[in-house]
Structures are given as C-alpha cells and as structure tokens.
C-alpha cells in the first residue's frame, strides 16, 4: 500500500477570487456539486451564482468574497483528500484563508464556518462603509522601518507577509503619508490596493466587537492537524484561543510570514494551496526557496496535483 504523503495545507485570503471560481470542480466531481448546494440552502442566497457569473463587482464584495473563496478551498480540500493519500501535518490560512484552514482541519462543520465567515465579511464590509479608509503594499525595506513609518502616520501594519512584502492599512490621509515617505524610509515601492476598506486595523473594530458573539455561539472542537493563527503566528491551544484568535485577527497584524518560517523550522517542506491564484506560492518562494507548493484552483490543476502527490 502507498505510504500517505504529509503536507502543510494552505488557504489564501480575501483578493484571490475570481469569476468562474470553483465552476469546472462543481460539473466534474458530484461531491464538490452536493457540498456548494448545501452551502448555498445554508446562506439562504445563491452563494454558486455569484462566484460562477459574477460580475467581478459583486463577487469583489466583501460579503461575498469571503464564503466563496472558503467555500472554494474546502471543495479542493474535499476532492483531492478522496484522490490522494495525505495527512495534513499543520493547516494554515491567509487571514480569511485561517477560518478555511481550521473548516479544513475539522475546528467546525462547514456549514457553521460558511455562516461565520458570511457574517464576518458583512461586518467588514459595514465598517468600510462607516468610515473611508485604505491599505497600501510596500516593497522592499525592512520590518523596523516601517513600524516606525506607520507609528508616525498613525496607521498600522496589516501583513508582514514574506522578507521585503508589507502591508499597512488605516485613513486614507495617513496611508498617503507613509507612500510620501517610503523611499526616504528605504523602501524601493509603496502602492495604494484596490480594497474597500483598512483591514486588519483600529478601523475595523466595530466588525471584531458584532464578531465576537458569533464564534462564542459557533461549536468547535479541537483540530485533527495543527492550525496555525495568524495573530500570534503560532498553533492554537484549545477551543477558547481558537475564538480568541480568529476574533483578535479582525483588527490585528497577519503574521504570515513568522507562520510559514516557523513551520519550515520544524522541517516542513511540503505544502498545498487551495484557491484561486498562487499568491501564497509566491510569499513561500522569497521566505524558503527548498519549500514545494504545489497550488491547486482548477479542476486540471486538482487532477495534475493528485498526480504528483502520488508519484512522490
């Protein structure tokens, strides 16, 4: 029998969705099909609809986003799990991607993380609503320097995602600031996203606090693998800090780069990453260049993964 492959499984976050996402999984496998229309009887609106059809406006909302890219990640999960003999030695997620991660790892029934992170996305987007506010990437630099910029444009720092990729996010006045002073600050690039909102910053405050009541009720249990939090780049403890964790990374910094690092220091090498996109192969390749990712959106790239976990 073919010994089972051990991986780090990996769940991007909101930004990695696109049009169409998930469609060629939903007609090819009858599982992934009867997992997306129970998630749609659960939200109570045509999730399917809108990641299939879009428009991009629609599928961009945060709202929206949110539950497609989780939902996504899971039916990837779903199919190349029956595939391919794995066991997942850790699960980690970008921000968004830690609620799918934990889905993943068997923290909560998919329909209550689909709910959960439904609301999550709805709360969000409310506080972009609320208050203007923005996020901007700066290339290059170090860590220190801009924790020190961003302490003096009164913003903060979203995503210490790998060595020289940063992102900070707060008013549009102060984001503004912290462009004007990149280069002086040592950075070689410093450019506005195209979000709704600051995410992962004092501005989203009022999204954690009607959060908060949300994971209490939610029932979890402990992972099968473990998960890897993005506010304190660690692995979850108990069910308490599960919540704790998911709730204070609302407003705090992602960790990600300190996760990966950390999990590449226990000698992981092996990952999988489920979404659209291969932003997370990409942060991987500039924090451990031995590191594999092996990135899965599609039906053909589920398909040819299966392949290459088998033959390794």
């Known amino acids: 029998m073919k010994a089972t492959m051990k991986a780090v499984l990996l769940f991007p976050g909101q930004g990695a969705q696109k049009v169409g996402m998930g ?11 009867e997992m997306m229309d129970a998630a749609d009887a659960a939200l109570g609106f045509p999730l399917t609809k809108v990641m299939f059809e879009g428009p991009d406006e629609e599928l961009t909302r945060t709202c929206y986003c949110q539950p497609a890219l989780y939902l996504h990640g899971l039916a990837i999960w779903k199919v190349l799990s029956s595939l391919a003999e794995i066991e997942p030695v850790a699960a980690a997620g970008l921000s968004l991607g830690e609620f799918t991660a934990h889905a993943a790892a068997g923290t909560f029934a998919m329909e209550d993380g689909l709910k959960l992170v439904q609301k999550r996305g709805a709360y969000m987007e409310e506080a972009c609503q609320a208050a ?3 996020m901007a990437a700066f290339i290059g630099g170090s860590v220190e320097a801009l924790q020190q910029l961003a302490a003096e444009c009164d913003i903060d720092v979203a995503n210490y995602n790998c060595p020289g990729q940063t992102v900070v996010s707060g008013s549009h006045e102060g984001v503004d600031k912290a462009i004007a002073g990149a280069k002086a600050a040592g950075f070689k690039l410093a450019k506005k996203l195209n979000v709704a909102g600051a995410y992962h910053s004092r501005f989203m405050k009022s999204a954690q606090e ?6 209490t009720a939610t029932p979890m249990q402990m992972p099968v693998c473990p998960v890897y939090c993005n506010y304190e780049a ?14 204070a990374q609302v407003c705090g910094s992602v960790r990600w780069a300190d996760s990966m690092q950390k ?7 092996l990952f999988i990453e489920m979404g659209p996109g291969k932003t997370l192969a990409g942060m991987m390749g500039r924090i451990c260049k031995e590191a594999r990712v092996i990135s899965i959106e599609d039906a053909a790239s589920l398909e040819a993964a299966a392949a290459e976990l088998k033959a390794l």
């Open 263 to 269: 999990l590449v220091d226990a000698g992981e090498r």
């Open 23 to 33: 469609k060629d999984l939903y007609d090819a496998y009858p599982a992934v099909r």
């Open 210 to 215: 009607k959060l908060l009541p949300e994971l």
């Open 132 to 134: 203007p506010s923005t």
């Open 234 to 247: 660690r692995t979850v403890t108990d069910t308490d800090d599960i919540r704790a964790m998911l709730g």
